[in-house]
């Protein structure tokens, strides 16, 4: 079955980077993108952007350009997602999450990574 | 401010039906049939219940149906059940730079 596994919780400064990881298991990693998703606390979901594991090909939302960058290892099956410049609003559960086969809806996700940018 | 935008909550007693509303503009949900709608209970993550419309993924039950009409999208829950108090969020293609967007969710309650 497919799965997404996220790294753990992490804590960082203002200013400071934060780099997720998502492994996937149980489908041909190469076979799908894989998106990010992040979610402040008590607020809505935000789309982050999207990475081709096939190509490496990117594309990310507007707001975050510059300092955001998603690669993936398909050695590992494992995909990344970097954000630098942190600020107390970057505070937030973040999540990958795969297509449902062919379609346009995520119908595959992580368990989630809590962010929290404090100083 | 969402790019979407849905109501922020309804309600409705156990076996009534509800629907929810995302209205968007012709950039997105009115350009493109790739609407989905999300269910997430506390604590967890997001659960697709509708893609690209109209389409359930294998698994969810038939009570829940998608519609689109212009620039607007509707989640219909039909014999509502205890277990379907949740937040609700649409999403959509975009035209724009932004290839997805996201509602800004609605609480749904169970009386």
């Known amino acids: 079955q497919v799965q997404l596994v996220q790294s753990g919780a992490e804590v960082k400064k203002p200013g400071a980077s934060v780099k997720v990881s998502c492994k996937a298991s149980?489908?041909?990693?190469?076979?799908?993108?894989i998106s990010w998703v992040r979610q402040a606390p008590g607020q809505g979901l935000e789309w982050m952007g999207w990475?081709?594991?096939?190509?490496?090909?990117?594309n990310y939302a507007q707001k975050l350009q510059g300092r955001v960058t998603m690669t993936t290892d398909t050695s590992t099956s494992t995909a990344y997602m970097e954000l630098r410049s942190l600020r107390s609003d970057d505070t937030a559960v973040y999540y990958c999450?795969?297509?449902?086969?062919?379609?346009?809806?995520?119908?595959?996700w992580g368990q989630g990574t809590l962010v929290t940018v404090s100083s | 401010q969402s790019a979407l935008t849905q109501p922020a909550s309804v309600s409705g007693s156990p076996g009534q039906s509800i629907t929810i509303s995302c209205t968007g503009t012709?950039?997105?949900?009115?350009?493109?049939?790739?609407v989905s709608w999300y269910q997430q209970h506390p604590g967890k993550a997001p659960k697709l219940m509708i893609y690209?419309?109209?389409n359930r993924p294998s698994g969810v039950p038939d009570r829940f149906s998608g519609s689109k009409s212009g620039n607007t999208a509707s989640l219909t829950i039909s014999g509502l059940q205890a277990e379907d108090e949740a937040d609700y969020y649409c999403?959509?293609?975009?035209?724009?730079?932004?290839?997805?967007?996201f509602g800004g969710g609605t609480k749904l309650t169970v009386l």
């Open positions: 999450a795969r297509s449902y086969y062919d379609s346009s809806g995520l119908g595959y």
């Open positions: 149980g489908y041909t990693f190469t076979s799908y993108g």
């Open positions: 999403s959509s293609y975009t035209s724009s730079s932004t290839l997805e967007v």
């Open positions: 012709s950039s997105d949900v009115g350009g493109y049939n790739y």
């Open positions: 990475i081709s594991a096939y190509n490496g090909n990117t």
């Open positions: 690209e419309v109209s």
